[in-house]
């Protein structure tokens, strides 16, 4: 499907939208919108939003919310679906990037990566399901990352959150695909967005992971305001995927090249490492009885 002969829809479709206000969440607020559906649009800060109210009048809806906080979640749904009646398209995007070797990581940022990109995800879909489940239909979408399958010396935090939101969403996707609710996990690779600016969480380094950690920090630095990916056009293609039909939706959507050829990289070695130690694993069985 084409953005061009996507670009309005008569289906008026109601979203719900985490981390709404900056990055690919606003893009895809702005996308949504553009096609002509309706979006409550959910985040710390929603004011940041209040201009493009004027240009959807009835069509957006801005929430102040901490996803992280399961009551203001409940009161959030409610908030939408008494707004519009429904929600067609969930969003779990709210999220932030941490860096550190996981020697510099403690317990408290750990445990606050797991909350927002793991836990508030699962509480967000927990509470937006009952209403799918009654209407027989909906989509979730889960904005994971690269990471959701690779790794990197530094990301250990973040991959653990995302790694974790794609074995539960693989989970998920089965449970309600005989309800006639969809999944898509989307893996961005690097975008210009504030992840790797303003919403970057770098823990204090420490001498021993210069080699390994230092060099990725280094790149984050350099890389800030120059990713290659367009959040503009990201947010296009996961509108139009999300519109394809039930038979045609992927599990996973990846965007950007180099989200691709890591994705593919990490699957190589996940094979071949399967394929060396394959005679090793299947001796393990107990012996056949004689």
């Not at 979730?140 to 959150?161: D, E, K, R, T």
Request: charged share 20%.
């Amino acid at each position: 499907m084409s953005s061009q002969g996507s670009s309005a829809s008569t289906s008026n479709k109601v979203w719900f939208i985490t981390g709404a206000s900056s990055g690919l969440g606003r893009a895809l607020v702005e996308e949504v919108l553009r096609r002509g559906d309706s979006v409550v649009a959910a985040a710390r800060q929603p004011q940041v939003l209040a201009e493009l109210a004027s240009s959807a009048p009835g069509r957006l809806r801005l929430v102040e919310l901490d996803v992280t906080q399961p009551e203001k979640v409940r009161d959030a749904v409610a908030t939408a679906i008494a707004r519009f009646g429904h929600i067609d398209v969930l969003v779990n995007n709210a999220g932030f990037s941490i860096l550190g070797a996981i020697e510099e990581t403690s317990d408290p940022d750990l445990r606050a990566t797991m909350e927002l990109m793991f836990f508030a995800a699962v509480t967000t879909t927990r509470e937006v399901l009952p209403h799918m489940r009654a209407r027989g239909s909906g989509t979730i979408v889960q904005v994971s990352s690269v990471a959701g399958l690779s790794s990197a010396p530094g990301f250990g935090a973040y991959c653990a959150a995302k790694h974790a939101l794609e074995g539960m969403s693989e989970s998920l996707a089965q449970e309600v695909k005989p309800l006639g609710i969809r999944v898509l996990v989307v893996e961005p690779g690097t975008f210009r967005t504030s992840l790797f600016g303003a919403s970057f969480r770098h823990m204090p380094a420490m001498d021993a992971y210069e080699e390994t950690v230092g060099q990725l920090r280094a790149w984050v630095r350099q890389t800030d305001g120059k990713q290659g990916g367009d959040p503009v056009k990201a947010a296009r293609v996961m509108a139009d995927v999300i519109a394809r039909p039930s038979a045609e939706l992927p599990l996973r959507l990846p965007l950007g090249g180099d989200a691709v050829d890591q994705i593919r990289a990490k699957l190589s070695l996940v094979a071949s490492d399967v394929d060396r130690m394959e005679t090793l694993a299947r001796s393990t069985a107990f012996d056949a009885k004689t």
